[in-house]
């Protein structure tokens, strides 16, 4: 069936590093955009980042913006997103979302079950 | 960027109850507005994409209508699993955004 299974999230201090992945399957990887949307705690969903379906444009949050990127491998189908200077608001549920489309203008139609990232001295 | 903002924040409702959640774009988005349901604890869940276009395995009770700056997602008779948090979302331009969302409760 398909299906997005995030791994890599856990707690780092402020000023830390860590890297997500989101394992496709049950679906052409390749054929789709793919996003992160994530939600801090009690609040509301947050778009993160999106990448096209082969990596050549990628758009960012202006809160991520140059400290996290977006990255696909398409050949082992995964997505990944490096983090870098990580802050405490960035501290929140992190979702790997399928596009249902290669550019990401009709929403998101499969989800993972999400990883959380804890930003805490 | 644009911003999205739903209406109202909160609702309290009945089975078998009409609910319409309205989202307002802050410049225009055509129809590239999405709408989301959320449970707590569980990743969210596509219900209407393009406006009006109903995702897939989504009951025929929800429905979505709009373009421009000004939508609504409609839930013609409210069933027990649909208490739960919902967001609309722009896909129109990067960076995406979603609105505040709309948590519907029992009355």
């Known amino acids: 069936q398909v299906q997005l299974v995030e791994s890599g999230g856990g707690v780092v201090q402020p000023g830390g590093s860590l890297r997500l992945s989101c394992a496709a399957s049950g679906f052409t990887f390749s054929s789709y955009g793919m996003e992160w949307v994530r939600q801090a705690p009690g609040k509301g969903l947050e778009w993160v980042t999106f990448i096209r379906y082969d990596g050549s444009k990628k758009y960012y949050a202006d809160s991520v913006k140059g400290r996290f990127t977006i990255s696909r491998d398409n050949s082992k189908n995964t997505l990944y997103l490096q983090m870098n200077s990580l802050r405490v608001e960035d501290t929140a549920v992190y979702y790997c979302?399928?596009?249902?489309?290669?550019?990401?203008?009709?929403?998101?139609?499969?989800w993972g079950q999400g990883t959380s990232v804890t930003v805490s001295s | 960027d644009i911003q999205m903002t739903q209406s109202p924040s909160s609702l309290s409702a009945s089975v078998g109850d009409r609910v319409t959640i309205t989202c307002r774009a802050s410049q225009s988005i055509n129809s590239y507005l999405n709408w989301y349901q959320q449970k707590p604890g569980k990743a969210p869940n596509l219900l209407i994409y393009t406006a009006s276009s109903l995702q897939s395995g989504v009951p025929s009770r929800f429905s979505g209508s709009g373009s421009g700056t000004d939508f609504t997602l409609t839930i013609s008779s409210l069933q027990p699993e649909d208490f739960a948090t919902y967001y609309c979302q722009q896909s129109y331009s990067t960076p995406q955004s979603f609105g505040q969302g709309t948590r519907l409760e029992i009355k």
């Open positions: 979302a399928k596009g249902r489309d290669s550019n990401g203008h009709y929403g998101m139609d499969v």
